[in-house]
């Protein structure tokens, strides 16, 4: 538990977006839906991943991907739904 206690927030991270930005590969941010905020989540949550999400592709010129029906952990929520943009992006940006 003190781990996560002790972490700092997500939006507090220093990312070196001019580089990511410049660089020449693809990018992507996967965002889940956060139709609803589960219990124990603080209140707002949902706007501030989705404003997190949105600020960090814009500013790497990435593209924003959303799993509906997930939130925090898209990934584990709905793996098959999680994958589905994955692979399309990579199918994309495969490597010549």
Same mark, same amino acid.
């Given at each position: 538990?003190? @781990?996560? !206690? &002790? #972490? ?7 990312? *070196?977006? /001019?580089?990511?930005? @410049?660089? @020449? ?10 139709? %609803? ?10 706007? =501030?991943m $989705?404003? =997190?999400? &949105? %600020? =960090?592709?814009?500013? !790497?010129?990435?593209r ?5 029906? &997930? $939130? ?6 709905? *793996? #098959? ?5 994955l /692979? &399309?992006?990579? %199918?994309?940006?495969?490597? *010549?």
């Amino acid at each position: 538990m003190r @781990a996560p !206690i &002790t #972490e700092r927030p997500c939006w507090l991270a220093e990312l *070196p977006v /001019s580089a990511l930005h @410049a660089a @020449a590969f693809g990018k992507l941010v996967i965002l889940g839906g956060w139709e %609803s905020e589960p219990p124990g989540y603080r209140p707002g949550m949902a706007a =501030v991943m $989705r404003a =997190v999400c &949105t %600020s =960090v592709a814009d500013r !790497i010129g990435a593209r924003l991907a959303e799993v509906p029906g &997930t $939130r925090h952990e898209p990934h584990r929520e709905q *793996p #098959e739904a999680f994958n589905h943009p994955l /692979s &399309t992006f990579w %199918s994309k940006h495969e490597a *010549p």
